[in-house]
């Protein structure tokens, strides 16, 4: 395999070269005068009420405050709505591709504008104020990017938990973020699966009292118990309601949304982004990353409960007046073939996925892709997680049929959007490296005593200064977010990622360094899997680490000890896998339980995770030194009862 792709050597093109020297221009712009271009981006790209004079206003040190465009107003949903109806108001917004293969729906720009003020006028209805938060638990429809644009209509801050999460993690997200609706569906299909919402809803709802409505989108038909006084049926709501909307004049700076995600310790935080510098980012990155041009079908895999659905299904696309397609399904239903006939079928232009899916069909040989002609596609995209350059290849030759550029963007959900990525027509590409900043990004690579290191360096990634998607605190706890991003190195943003710079000065992301697993590009705490293992009755201790998976990534290896006088059996294996999907969802079950008679804790009784990792890992031999730990002979029992 040849360790880069040499851009010369493949097929270019005028639009090409035209992509690439745009952004290098970019480039130099934002380097030369970083407000004069951000004000210049922000003006053309987002419909501003009374638009910003004060551009960025942005410290990372003492309590860390972030502003850009502080003194503009605006609404997200009139930059992504309001503003397309004159231009493209027959256009397809959205169109939707359902779980089962023929079916299928779409909107043009004016039937979802209509749509997202009735429903916004129903939340108000409802009592939704601006700055009140609603949570969105729901399926890959329409309704959902419905749900998030009638929020930001009148000014609601969403949360939208993703759908594959258990009752007891909505719960939580519910409480910690004070919502007081959620909107959700009867049932969610899923590769020809239903996943009960509204049930899951119902439970997660006993232990959040302040909850006084819920509005419930009939996806599936399916009878489910509707509680009187609280729960409304979204179809009768949306009739009975006003197609005008006025929408709420919002401060730049006012948040748009939050989002949970997880970190190396304690429960996921509520990531806030804002309305005026997310939405900047949100379309200048999709516009510039994609190449994306007026009247191209994008495609983003991804599910918006989480941050790539944001941005790059709904925010992004529709800022950029783009036509955007939302899958209900998975890459395997009804068969591995199933991506690659949707984009034959809506000749999709941009499609935008995560490594793990193209490992997963790659597994399946080239036939399922071959049956589709893919004429159509012109730039792909990966995200989520460091792609192996097997996969890459395979994307690229097989799926691109070699004629289309692969943009591997590194970003993250504090990111708000990319930040390390090419474009499309440069060159040359390197297989599984993000290659360069994007304009007026500034990343560093520093060593463990937090100096930046010049050239080539290997060490962990920061960002040296802000740029405008990025969060700007945790909700409700500002501390928590000085202290996880901004104290490990001083007046530096720390991503939690190891990264290599090579010498033409491209990023190779190496992983998490923090306790944070990647599993199928979704980021799980090892503290999250460990809390809820650690609440089932039987289990005295347990420490969960990431090992790498072929498909995933990373898979979940967790250590348990069970309490004085239980019994390891399979049954109470089995139990407890079941436990962790009960507690947190599908995607924190581990991929493997040990048993562990004992853990390996150093004397002041820290449990030394790198020597866990390495038996997971099936690194035996590199242990390293275990003379400090207090009881060494665990590791001797851990080491010869490894699993698989
Ligand atoms: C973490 C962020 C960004 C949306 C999806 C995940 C990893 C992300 C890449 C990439 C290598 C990547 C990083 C990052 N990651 N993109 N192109 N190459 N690693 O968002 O759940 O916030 O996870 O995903 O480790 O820190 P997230």
Known sequence: ??????????????????????????RAEAAADIE?????????????????????NTSFEGDVSIKWFEDGTLNASVS???????????????????????????????????????????????GVRKGDRVTIYMPMVIEAAVAMLASARIGA???????????HSLAGRIQDCKSSVVITSDEARRGGKRVP?????????K?????????????TGATVPMVAGRDHDYATLVADASADCPPEEMGAEDPLFILYTSGSTGTPKGVQHTTGGYMVWASFTHELVFDYRPGEIFWCTADVGWVTGHTYIVYGPLANGATTLMFEGVPTYPDSGRLWEVVDKHKVEIFYTAPTAIRALMRDGDEPVKRSSRTSLRVLGTVGEPINP????????????????????????????HLISPVPGMNPLKPGSATLPLPGVKPLIVDSNGTPLEGEADGHLCIADSWPGQMRTVFGDHDRFIKTYFSTYKGLYFTGDGARRDADGYYWITGRVDDVINVSGHRMGTAEVESALGSHHHVAESAVVGYPHDVKGQGIYAYVTLKHGVEATEALLKELAG???????????????????GLPKTRSGKIMRRILRKIAANEVDSLGDTSTLADPAVVDDLVSNRKK
């Open 157 to 167: 801050i969403h949360s939208v938990v993703f759908g594959g999460f258990s009752p």
């Open 579 to 597: 436990w962790v999907r009960k507690e947190i969802g599908p995607i924190a079950v581990p991929d493997v339980i040990q048993w562990a008679p």
């Open 207 to 219: 232990t959040c009292p302040d909850v006084t409505a819920v509005v419930v989108v009939a996806v």
């Open 1 to 26: 395999m040849p360790d880069h792709v040499d851009y010369a050597s493949q097929p270019t093109s005028p639009r090409l070269t035209e992509s690439a020297a745009r952004v290098a221009t970019l």
């Open 390 to 417: 097997e996969a890459w290849e395979w994307y690229y030759s097989v799926v691109g049929d070699s004629r289309c550029p692969i943009v591997d963007t590194w970003w993250q959900t504090e990111t708000g959007g």
């Open 80 to 126: 992504c709505l309001d503003r397309h109806l004159e231009t493209r108001g027959d256009q397809t917004a959205i169109i939707w591709e359902g779980d089962e293969p023929g079916s299928q729906d779409s909107v043009t720009y004016r039937d979802l504008h209509t749509r997202v003020c009735k429903f916004a006028n129903a939340l108000k209805g409802l």
């Open 36 to 56: 004069g271009f951000w004000k210049r981006e922000a003006m053309s790209r987002i419909a501003w009420v009374k638009p910003p004079t004060r551009i960025k």
């Open 197 to 205: 919402l509204k049930a899951n809803t119902d439970e997660a709802l």
